[in-house]
């Protein structure tokens, strides 16, 4: 069964401060990874998609990485702003005879103004 | 691209009680498509998926049922609810990236 962990579990940060939220998978046999936001109590909003055979992607003042072969993957966030503030969940598709997601519980992140 | 609807947004129900949650895509055609279950504190948890119409696979065995009675309907159901079923119930299209809906509250009281 694949587990994801995340880390840390919350983090609060001053405006404008660049950061790096962890994520690791236990099966590196993965199709490709996701991340998304959560904001309180509404759905998931996809940021990033990462295929297997790549190793970053890009978008905005957001950028993911990915290192399969060791199981981690991490989602930078340049010049955080208070309206990044939300929960952050990495979702690695496949590993462990699954085609399916499996999600970590998640980074909750508060950008102080 | 895709769009998931998901309604209703908020639900209470009585304990016993049945349930009907329906979910619809727009944007494309025979998507697989996902039922999952985020409770108090707990990480998000796949309940059903299906790969067509009338074609569910259920991850966890559970209180609940699913129905795809069209392409693009996704149906989650129960004859009687339970306490334990409330949560944020979401349904997503996939892939290769998921796209999701915005969820239904259950509460069950």
């Known amino acids: 069964k694949q587990e994801v962990t995340q880390i840390p579990a919350a983090l609060s940060v001053p405006e404008g401060e660049n950061l790096v939220l962890n994520c690791s998978f236990t099966?590196?046999?993965?199709?490709?990874l996701q991340w998304f936001r959560q904001d309180p109590g509404k759905g998931l909003t996809s940021l990033l998609l990462?295929?297997?055979?790549?190793r970053e992607q890009t978008s905005g003042r957001l950028n993911a990485s990915l290192d399969k072969s060791s199981g981690r993957s991490t989602l930078y966030i340049a010049a955080s702003q208070p309206g990044d503030s939300a929960t952050y969940l990495c979702a690695p598709r496949g590993g462990a005879g699954s085609y399916q997601l499996t999600f970590g519980k998640g980074t909750k992140l508060s950008v102080i103004p | 691209s895709q769009t998931i609807h998901q309604w209703p947004a908020t639900l209470v129900q009585p304990v016993g009680s049945p349930l009907s949650l329906e979910c619809t895509v727009e944007g494309t055609s025979n998507p697989n498509l996902y039922w999952y279950r985020q409770a108090a504190g707990r990480g998000l948890q796949l309940l059903f998926y299906?790969?067509?119409?009338?074609?569910i696979s259920s991850e966890v065995p559970q209180n609940l049922s699913a129905s795809r009675p069209q392409d693009r309907q996704f149906i989650l159901s129960s004859k009687k609810l339970l306490l334990s079923d409330s949560g944020f119930y979401l349904c997503?299209?996939?892939?290769?990236?998921?796209?999701f809906g915005s969820g239904t509250r259950l509460t069950v009281v």
């Open positions: 099966d590196s046999a993965i199709y490709n």
């Open positions: 990462i295929q297997s055979s790549q």
């Open positions: 299906s790969v067509g119409i009338g074609q």
């Open positions: 997503a299209s996939g892939a290769p990236g998921y796209t």
